[in-house]
């Protein structure tokens, strides 16, 4: 039997072997042997097929790659971590100690993992990225060209949901001309039985010029039913034949499409789940809301 020193080096060689395999292949398309290759094939009971190669600045020491197939981590010779996006695109890099020989990363890409052999020590950092989230068409209120914008996601039958219209009202009182304020949909349909028809109707009631009237309604709500629909915007003085035409139209499906097209894209997991100039909210106080604007704001200063 070979001992445990023994072992763990094989381990350790096998691993390096499977990392600079790993490495390798970001750049094989850069080779000048890659045109004589396929670019796909079979052999027996395997099918491959190379996807497009990018170039990765500096020395490659190590790497990890996100479960969730969005980002690339590289670890370099100059003391850095360069996460990339899987499409090439740079997101930006993270300082570490000179010593530092491998990373890691966390299941949902949270915390970066690193080890120092000079110190024998483990560290973490966490990390935090900002998002893109398309807001054309979006419901908006505040100013137009405010530094700050606030991105909401929301269930109209989310109990968490229904103490932030008050919040949000504070907060642009707070930051008048400083926050636009933009609405998308994520109706949590397997267990909220109201959420998709009353996100319809809000819907409907914008192609009116009523939604933020009709969203403080539907927040304002005890409980929702099909009969409150009706009755909202029969309150609001809403034309109720074409509202009704409205919430079921395939514009409507549209819309509410690609708002959870872009909460899936932007990792929205529950609601609500809230994006201020595409950094993700945790504390959702109005204190809360101003640390992180006043942050914000501050660094765009600079």
Known sequence: MKNNSSTKKQMLIKRSMLIAALIANVAIYSSPSIAAQPLAGHDKQVRWQY???????????????????????????????????TEGKLLGSIPVDPQVAHIDISPIGDKLYLFDRSKKEFSSISLAFQRTIDTTDAPAKGAENAPVSIVIFTDFECPYCKKLPPVLEQVEKNNSGKVRIFFKN???????KMAEGAARAAIAAKKQGKFWPYHDKLFAADKLSPQKLQQFAEELGLDIKRFNQDMQAQETTNILQKDMYDARNAGVEGTPTIFINGWTLGNRSVEGFQEMIDTLVAEKQQ
């Open 51 to 85: 996807t497009p190669s990018w170039k990765v600045q500096g020395d490659v020491i190590d790497m990890a790659h996100s479960l969730d197939d969005k980002r690339v981590f590289f670890l370099t010779s100059d003391q850095k971590v360069l996460i990339y996006s």
């Open 186 to 192: 994520m109706p949590l349909i397997s267990i909220h």
